[in-house]
């Protein structure tokens, strides 16, 4: 769980080497997870071979747009990132959290013999290596420890993929999240793709990448390959059209809960819940208790829940956050702002999946600037919004 | 400045998120909607030590859970006392339940009344409605140690005198010397002789030092501030009122999200709080 800084030496290895790489993982035990072709998206789900790879696709993002087109290469990570997020592995979407059965008139909680295999990513983008630092800090670094979370994480191995390209909804830069990986990887990979060669310049971070590494066909980079992973996520970064203006902007937004802004949004939002299935560090559950047909047997399911339902506010009488503006609200202040006072950092990495993936295209960049200004010269947006209920 | 930690670590369990059956010794039947249950571990000799104001995870059998705070006596953790409302499915459930039938228990989580903090003030509780359930360990706590404080004061309001929780424990109380209690109703019918209006009516009134006082406030999130108000207006100090609050919870420890108030989770970081950590926020809309 350390974030280790990788060493110095960087080394190449050939893209026509790189089923290796997934061979001497499942050689040591690792379900190996990375990017894959279905239902018209990249997908991130079990692989053995380097021909599950989206080899010469790519993606195209923007505001409530995905679509995937072809590469003129035949790069293996020519995408930007995949719609769902690694959190669905290591936080499933669905967990039985006990089983109980009646008996002697009491109840008894029945063992669970499940233990969660080792797995390794393959192609973990920097704002994911971020969400997943973050998720961390929620589910194992706080007073209690999620156990599931904790077993799939400590037997975590990942290998980073540098960002090439940024996508239409990337904004990293405005939360130093990327595009280059700095930490938390056991390997980070840079694809490198000019004239005849297709290579991959690799970085170690752990003792354990360290260990993977030698069992590959590897050989050390020269000065100029060494040099690619900063020159490549440099143009990636360079492409980044999207902003965040984070300045004050815990106290903006502990400021300007009555802001009309939220008004507005409200017209426009579907509470679909989609930017909160999407996002890399969204962690709130709920839990179904059930029985057989019987009634002898119970279980507790947990799922990931959103805080854009009416449910999850329900308390005797009704729900709490009953307007859809206080339900975006709600998200929008935890993920910019209550995230920094619960877990020291904001709850946002700049991924840009809640702007892809919302269906009427709202963009948390868009709407964070729009409450600054909004604030900044409030009676003439006044005026707009009588204008829109009107 | 208060201290709401509770002076006993939560004992933590192998799995915070696995009930234990606790069988049902007694069921009393407070008020047309509200009972009290009190039970005890079925495997274990487990002495139920907690904080007041802490609680519960209740769970029926394959029905679901909720959170309910503790309402019995501190001093006597042999046998663990819940007080609710009927309210939903649950709630329904557990008002079925009868002697030697079993439900899960998962505690205690959260923070407690400052009890401690209250050692030689004048300590005044102020409860509206099912509110008085989380403030009774409290005033078990100070009459086991009642020479350990200045004044008792509990200032209660209920929506009409059938509401009356713990009645004859509160005709009880109030016939000693050293407690004072005062009821008020919402409504009152013709057999009612007492005060009709709201709580916060009673609070300018009521006999007690401001600058000396620990008030602990719970009831409906709309009582409870405009309580603080007027305590304020009494003159106690911020930091000498505590709440209680309630919000949906899943967990209770701190990870499904459900009980968020602005940056707090009520789960872990409360319920019971201070009014400077919630004031800012009690004053907005749907938090």
């Known amino acids: 769980m350390t974030l280790n800084t990788s060493s110095s030496t960087k080394y190449v290895l ?48 923007d ?88 077993a799939h994480r400590e037997n ?98 502990y400021t300007n809960s009555e802001n009309p802004r939220w008004d507005e949004i409200a017209t426009r939002c579907l509470t679909c819940a989609n930017c909160t299935m999407v996002c890399p560090t969204c962690f709130c559950t709920t839990v179904e208790d059930v029985t057989d047909l019987t009634g002898r047997q119970a279980e507790r399911i947990r799922k990931w829940d959103s805080c854009f339902t009416m449910d999850f506010s329900y308390i005797h009488g009704g729900s709490v956050r009953y307007t859809s503006k206080s339900r975006y609200r709600q998200w929008m202040t935890h993920k910019l702002a209550t995230w920094i006072d619960q877990f020291g950092t904001l709850g946002c990495v700049g991924c840009g999946r809640c702007i892809t993936w919302c269906p009427v295209g709202i963009d948390i960049t868009a709407e964070l600037e729009a409450i600054r200004q909004t604030k900044a010269k409030g009676e003439t947006i006044k005026e707009g919004s009588d204008e829109n209920t009107g | 400045m208060i201290n709401l930690t509770p002076q006993l670590t939560t004992q933590q369990l192998t799995d915070p998120m696995q009930p234990e059956p606790f069988r049902v010794k007694r069921v009393m039947k407070e ?34 859970e909720i959170p309910i705070s503790i309402s019995g006596d501190p001093n006597q953790p042999a046998m663990l006392v819940h007080t609710t409302r009927i309210v939903g499915a649950v709630t329904k459930a557990m008002s079925k339940l009868k002697a030697g039938d079993v439900l899960g228990v998962r505690g205690p989580f959260g923070t407690g009344w400052p009890v401690s903090s209250a050692k030689g003030c004048d300590v005044v509780l102020v409860a509206g409605g099912i509110g008085l359930a989380p403030l009774r360990p409290v005033l078990y706590q100070m009459l086991a140690h009642r020479d350990r404080y200045g004044k008792v004061v509990l200032l209660y309001g209920c929506r009409s005198p059938e509401d009356i929780l713990f009645r004859k424990e509160l005709e009880k109380w109030r016939a000693r010397f050293d407690l004072e209690i005062f009821v008020t109703v919402d409504y009152g019918d013709s057999d009612w002789h007492g005060n009709v209006g709201v709580v916060t009516k009673l609070i300018p009134k009521a006999p007690f030092d401001a ?54 989770f009520i789960c872990k970081d409360g319920p019971v709080f201070t009014y400077p950590q919630l004031q800012s926020w009690l004053a907005q809309w749907e938090v």
């Open chain 1, 156 to 253: 975590l191995f990942i290998v980073a993929v540098n960002c090439g390209q940024a996508g239409g909804t990337c904004f990293c830069t405005s939360v130093n999240t990327g595009p280059k990986v700095e930490a938390g990887y056991d390997l980070a990979l840079t694809e490198v793709i000019d004239h005849e060669t297709h290579y991959f310049v690799v970085e170690v971070g752990t003792e354990r990448g360290q260990h993977v590494l030698e069992q590959l066909p590897v050989r050390t980079a020269d000065k100029r390959e060494a040099k690619l992973p900063k020159t490549i996520t440099d143009q990636a970064a360079h492409q980044i059209k999207r902003h965040l203006n984070t300045d004050g902007i815990k106290e903006l937004l």
């Open chain 1, 63 to 150: 505001a409530a747009t995905y679509r995937l087109s072809r590469r003129s290469d035949e790069a293996f990570f020519g995408y930007v990132i995949a719609p769902q997020s690694w959190k669905k592995f290591l936080y499933p979407s669905q967990v039985r959290l006990w089983q109980a059965a009646l008996s002697n008139g009491s109840f008894e909680i029945l063992p669970d013999p499940e233990k969660p295999e080792p797995m390794a990513f393959i192609g973990v983008r920097s704002c994911e290596l971020h969400a997943i630092a973050i998720q961390d800090r929620v589910f194992i670094e706080g007073e209690y420890v999620d156990p599931t979370y904790h």
């Open chain 1, 14 to 61: 050939e893209s026509t080497d790189f089923q290796q790489l997934i061979d001497v993982l499942v050689g040591i035990g690792y379900r190996v997870i990375g990017p894959t072709l279905d239902h018209n998206a990249v997908i991130y789900d079990d692989i053995t071979a380097v021909t599950d790879l989206p080899i010469g696709w790519t993606d195209e993002q």
């Open chain 2, 31 to 64: 008020s047309y909607d509200t009972f009290t249950l009190e039970m005890e571990p079925v495997n274990s000799e487990r002495l139920f030590t907690f904080a007041p104001g802490q609680f519960n995870m209740l769970y029926i059998f394959g029905v679901g």
């Open chain 2, 211 to 264: 600058l000396n006082a620990v008030t602990m406030v719970c009831g409906p999130e709309v009582m409870m501030r405009f309580t603080a108000i007027e305590l304020q207006k009494r003159g106690v100090q911020g930091e000498a009122i505590a709440l209680s609050m309630e919000r949906n919870m899943k967990c209770a420890i701190g990870l499904c999200g459900h009980c968020q108030f602005g940056p707090t």
